[in-house]
């Protein structure tokens, strides 16, 4: 997993500085630092408050099914799964780390394989409901603005290039492991087997809990819609509500269908296109550099100091 992880890195800090270097050459100008002096802080307070309210409702939803599954944690730890699970999700190819990370840290708790998995795959479903209930919507602004549609596939086609070119650079070789090949396979055939149970008792007897976290699934992404919401307003504050909302599902399905670490680059670009629409060109490289940094990127660092905090102890422990 740290080699994964460090391998992502790589990779996403060399596509945000091309991303960086893009908005920097098109968008800032002496107009710059005025428009940092002019943002409504009240709004951008809210943005901010909205990100906790991100990282509660995911840490809610997690809590819920874990307490379901019978495993016991803080809700203060529960935060903490949240952040380094933003870090995990930031750093890795298609958001994948984010789960790799929740698999750590429910693992550092001592809990079994296969509850883990149990956890990860329902949590994975309850954040599909809310791209699943607004997939209608997503489809018709496509057929309504197929222009912006095409924009955006040109952005992750140009990205995914991209991250295919950088893995081919830095592939390295597996190591092999020690296991053999036939207590390997009896343990993952064990733990599958407890897995199809567990989830088959948890969809038999849970089905409240279940809808519950798939209820602060759904808030989740609606606090991210709000946070872009409120931080656009803070640039201009007769922005419609609504409007804002719907100008974002586009940009936020590339986002998270996008191969790239953490959407990188897809997200700055294609900000800079949808936001476009609501901003000047002096404003909207500001506002897509504070929009990512506030709505993932900021979450992230904090994620990754945490992380590198438990493994470090965890390796202490084992040495």
Same mark, same amino acid.
């Given at each position: 997993m740290v080699k994964t992880?460090?391998?992502?890195s790589i990779f996403f800090v060399l596509i945000l500085l091309l991303s960086l270097s893009y908005i920097s050459?098109?968008?800032?100008?002496?107009?710059?630092?005025?428009?940092?002096?002019?943002?409504?802080?009240k709004y951008l307070l809210l943005s901010l408050?909205?990100?906790?309210?991100?990282?509660?409702?995911?840490?809610l939803r997690l809590y819920v099914i874990s307490r379901a599954m019978g495993v016991k944690y803080s809700l203060l730890y529960g935060?903490?799964?949240?952040?380094?699970?933003?870090?995990g999700a930031t750093i890795t190819p298609a958001h994948v780390g984010g789960e790799g990370t929740t698999v750590y840290m429910l693992a550092r708790k001592g809990v079994n394989a296969y509850k883990i998995a149990c956890i990860v795959t329902l949590k994975t479903l309850t954040g599909a409901a809310f791209f699943i209930l607004f997939l209608p919507l997503f489809i018709y602004q496509i057929f309504r603005e197929p222009q912006n549609a095409i924009k955006l596939f040109g952005i992750i086609i140009i990205f995914s290039l991209l991250?295919?070119?950088l893995f081919k650079i830095f592939r390295k070789g597996v190591?092999?492991?020690g296991v053999k090949g036939r207590d390997w396979f009896r343990k993952i055939k064990s733990s599958f087997k407890r897995y199809l149970v567990y989830l088959r008792?948890?969809?038999?007897?849970?089905?409240?809990?279940?809808?519950?976290?798939?209820?602060?699934? $759904?808030?989740? !992404?609606? &606090?991210f819609f709000t946070v872009g919401i409120f931080l656009l307003k803070a640039f201009n504050e007769k922005i419609s509500f609504l409007k804002a909302f719907y100008q974002q599902i586009s940009l936020v399905y590339a986002i998270f269908v996008s191969p790239t670490p953490g959407g990188s680059g897809v997200g700055e670009l294609g900000g800079m296109m949808v936001f476009g629409d609501f901003l000047s060109k002096a404003e909207v490289g500001v506002f897509v550099v504070l929009?990512?940094? $506030?709505?993932? !990127?900021? &979450?992230?660092?904090?994620g990754g100091i945490i992380f590198l905090i438990c493994l470090v102890k965890d390796l202490k422990n084992l040495s």
């Open positions: 992880l460090v391998r992502g050459f098109s968008s800032f100008n002496l107009d710059t630092l005025r428009v940092l002096q002019n943002i409504n802080k408050f909205f990100v906790f309210l991100v990282h509660t409702f995911d840490n935060y903490v799964i949240s952040l380094i699970n933003t870090f991250v295919l070119i190591a092999s492991s008792l948890f969809y038999r007897e849970k089905k409240k809990e279940f809808l519950l976290a798939t209820l602060f699934g $759904i808030l989740l !992404y609606l &606090s929009w990512r940094t $506030i709505s993932q !990127y900021m &979450s992230a660092f904090v």
